[in-house]
């Protein structure tokens, strides 16, 4: 099982992915997911911990279904 850091770091690289690939700031993913930027940066560095809410937030903002942003999580 991958650790904490892992799974965060993880989870960063592939939010950065789908950001470039939807060509989408940070900035364009917290105005359409309703998300503070600062939580954005954290996420996208894999600073923090994120709440389900927080998530699912982020894939609406990316229109993307939440099982695509938690791809190669186990």
């Known amino acids: 099982m991958e650790s904490k850091?892992?799974?965060k770091?993880?989870?960063?690289?592939?939010?950065q992915k789908l950001l470039r690939?939807?060509?989408l700031s940070l900035r364009g993913l917290a105005t359409s997911s309703g998300l503070e930027y600062s939580q954005v940066q954290r996420i996208a560095n894999?600073?923090?911990n994120l709440a389900l809410t927080t998530i699912y937030a982020s894939a609406k903002g990316l229109n993307v279904p939440v099982d695509k942003l938690l791809t190669g999580i186990d």
């Open 46 to 48: 894999g600073k923090v």
């Open 5 to 7: 850091e892992q799974i």
């Open 9 to 15: 770091a993880h989870f960063a690289r592939h939010l």
């Open 21 to 23: 690939e939807q060509k």
